[in-house]
């Protein structure tokens, strides 16, 4: 070992020692990836005896977009998924599971992360809290379930606001930052301590600012007003009802609170994040069985008041949404559930990176053909 590479590395360890563990994985991590969730603690989630199956069909499809080659010089729909760092991607239309593959050879048991997908599970659980009555309303401020925050500012704050990102925290989603909040939230390991921090910047649902906290704050007030952690409220009301195939898991903090990373670290199968897609296809619907009220649903789809994500895809209730009904969840690295009514159809894109494509855009335009 060289004197310059000892400087290094001990110049490392000073910093993280001062700072937290979470600078040390944040710089030798480099940032979020496809198999973090490996090292993070977990709780589990238990699937159901009897899996709910899409229909299979010995049809051969082959996938095409008009964009496709020009954005990575991809001369096919299997070249342009590896090209572009894909490791998933199922396309089901009238519940028929159309295509699927795993283009670095896992197998469709294989668990992947969902990283901000994680949050459209939250909406989820949110609205049925309220269908339930256990949370009475959206307008509920943050501090009547979390007390301990008043003081905070935050006493303006609703459950709505932070649902459509309009929150105002002191938060900034900053992923490159090793010494942000963002890898303070992900790689840190007491979550309890960061949401003491939190106050507001500036008045709540005053504009539209994505930040993780929030959905944090929705998960902890889920927690509290249904006296459940939420892993076992998600297993409760939806990966057994929905007839989830494989067993889930939910990281989180490490910290002796064990505080679950609601914002993202849902790890579960690709085709289970279907099975989530299909439920918000039926408006909450599962074969006849009310999961989430219709209500809830339509209002979070179109709740988008000036709301506009990187992409300008209107935000809402933990989902982005698009003028033609199609809507989807997404997180980092081009995790995507997308749901596009209009054709039955539901799009998951797991990935290693977005490879700066406009994901959403591509599922709009995939035609489908048989092979004869």
Same mark, same amino acid.
Request: glycine fraction near 6%; aromatic fraction near 12%.
């Given at each position: 070992?060289?004197?310059?590479?000892?400087?290094?590395?001990?110049?490392?360890?000073?910093?993280?020692?001062?700072?937290?563990?979470?600078?040390?994985?944040?710089?030798?991590?480099?940032?979020?990836?496809?198999?973090?969730?490996?090292?993070?603690? +977990?709780?589990?989630? &238990?699937?159901?005896?009897?899996?709910?199956?899409?229909?299979?069909?010995?049809?051969? !499809?082959?996938?095409?977009?008009? +964009?496709?080659?020009?954005?990575?010089?991809?001369?096919?729909?299997?070249?342009?998924?590896?090209?572009?760092?894909?490791?998933?991607?199922?396309?089901?239309?009238?519940?028929?599971?159309? !295509?699927?593959? !795993?283009?670095?050879?896992?197998?469709?048991?294989?668990?992947?992360?969902?990283?901000?997908?994680?949050?459209?599970?939250?909406?989820?659980?949110?609205?049925?809290?309220?269908?339930?009555?256990?949370?009475?309303?959206?307008? #509920? %401020?943050?501090?009547?379930?979390?007390?301990?925050? @008043?003081?905070?500012?935050?006493?303006?704050?609703?459950?709505? #606001?932070?649902?459509?990102?309009?929150?105002?925290?002191? $938060? &900034?989603?900053? $992923?490159?930052?090793?010494?942000?909040?963002?890898?303070?939230?992900?790689?840190? %390991?007491?979550?309890?301590?960061?949401?003491?921090?939190? %106050?507001?910047?500036?008045?709540?649902?005053?504009?539209?600012?994505?930040?993780?906290?929030?959905?944090?704050?929705?998960?902890?007030?889920?927690?509290?007003?249904?006296?459940?952690?939420?892993?076992?409220?998600?297993?409760?009301?939806?990966?057994?009802?929905?007839?989830?195939?494989?067993?889930?898991?939910?990281?989180?903090?490490?910290?002796?609170?064990?505080?679950?990373?609601?914002?993202?670290?849902?790890?579960?199968?690709?085709?289970?994040?279907? @099975?989530?897609?299909?439920?918000?296809?039926?408006?909450?619907?599962?074969?006849?069985?009310?999961?989430?009220?219709?209500?809830?649903?339509?209002?979070?789809?179109? #709740?988008?008041?000036? +709301?506009?994500?990187?992409?300008?895809?209107?935000?809402?209730?933990?989902?982005?949404?698009?003028?033609?009904?199609?809507?989807?969840?997404?997180?980092?690295?081009?995790?995507?559930?997308?749901?596009?009514?209009?054709?039955?159809?539901?799009?998951?894109?797991?990935?290693?990176?977005?490879?700066?494509?406009?994901?959403?855009?591509?599922?709009?335009?995939?035609?489908?053909?048989?092979?004869?």
């Amino acid at each position: 070992m060289t004197k310059t590479v000892f400087k290094i590395g001990l110049l490392i360890f000073l910093v993280a020692s001062i700072t937290g563990c979470h600078v040390f994985r944040s710089v030798f991590w480099g940032g979020a990836g496809r198999d973090d969730y490996k090292s993070f603690p +977990s709780s589990s989630i &238990k699937k159901p005896d009897t899996p709910f199956k899409f229909l299979l069909t010995d049809q051969q !499809y082959t996938i095409t977009t008009p +964009s496709q080659a020009n954005l990575v010089g991809a001369e096919d729909w299997d070249s342009f998924l590896k090209k572009s760092k894909t490791i998933a991607f199922i396309i089901i239309r009238n519940d028929s599971l159309l !295509y699927e593959n !795993y283009p670095d050879g896992d197998s469709s048991n294989a668990i992947f992360p969902s990283f901000s997908v994680a949050k459209s599970f939250v909406s989820a659980l949110i609205g049925i809290a309220i269908d339930q009555g256990s949370i009475e309303s959206e307008n #509920d %401020t943050i501090t009547k379930y979390l007390p301990e925050l @008043r003081g905070h500012g935050l006493h303006n704050l609703t459950l709505r #606001d932070l649902l459509n990102m309009r929150a105002g925290l002191n $938060y &900034k989603e900053t $992923y490159l930052n090793p010494f942000g909040d963002a890898a303070i939230y992900y790689f840190g %390991t007491n979550l309890k301590k960061a949401v003491s921090r939190l %106050t507001c910047e500036y008045e709540p649902n005053t504009k539209y600012e994505y930040q993780s906290a929030a959905t944090l704050l929705l998960s902890l007030a889920l927690e509290r007003a249904t006296n459940q952690r939420i892993t076992d409220y998600l297993t409760e009301k939806i990966w057994k009802p929905l007839g989830m195939q494989s067993d889930a898991t939910w990281s989180f903090d490490s910290s002796n609170d064990s505080i679950i990373k609601s914002f993202c670290c849902l790890n579960a199968t690709a085709l289970d994040f279907a @099975r989530f897609g299909r439920l918000w296809l039926h408006k909450g619907d599962w074969n006849g069985k009310r999961i989430i009220s219709e209500q809830y649903i339509s209002s979070a789809l179109s #709740d988008t008041l000036d +709301s506009k994500d990187s992409q300008r895809y209107p935000y809402s209730h933990q989902w982005r949404s698009i003028h033609d009904g199609s809507f989807f969840a997404k997180g980092v690295l081009g995790q995507y559930i997308f749901v596009n009514p209009n054709n039955n159809m539901i799009i998951v894109r797991l990935g290693k990176k977005s490879d700066k494509i406009n994901w959403a855009k591509i599922f709009r335009e995939i035609k489908i053909h048989p092979i004869k």
